[in-house]
């Protein structure tokens, strides 16, 4: 699986983005939300495009972010039964990640339902499935200090391909750099293992 793609964007619009890299063109499938900051970052020249590539009979889909947290959000929103891809991508061009992940805390059937093609039925099992892998207030320590936030993505990802679910891991992580907040990586790791 590609974890990301940089590049220079060839053509961008609020749907998609074409990245040129070295002389290979990939379109990548984008949110509005994603579509914001790629426009700014193209100007500069090189974007980077954190991927998921969806595979079907009829074709390979790449869908673009421009962070690892909102492609998080879209992974957990394709994981809940009757949420695709491209309800996923429609879900995170209505709502920015704060909101989305507001919208899920509080329990606010309204806002989902109001994003086009999202019934009922489909936003009540949103809210459902993904209550207890959103970020909570307590997190927002995590947010305010980028340091401690790349050692909570990296130890969360390694524990998670170790084979501990997200829930079990973030929980254990969160306690972690709540009492220890300089901690390096390996010592997180390290500790999240004695803990679970």
Known sequence: MYDYITGSVTELNPAFAVVDNNGLGFMINISLNSYN??????????VKLYVYEAIREDAHVLYGFATKHERELFMM???VSGVGPNTARMILSSLSPADLEQCIASGNVGMLKSVKGIVAKTAQRILVDLKDKIKTASDTLLDSNNATSAVYDEALSALVMLGFTQQMSQKALRKLLKDEPS??????????????
């Open 77 to 79: 929103l394709i994981s």
């Open 183 to 196: 901690i390096t990586v390996e010592d997180a790791i390290k500790k999240s293992l004695k803990m679970m």
């Open 37 to 46: 900051e790629v426009a700014k970052k193209a100007k500069e020249g090189s």
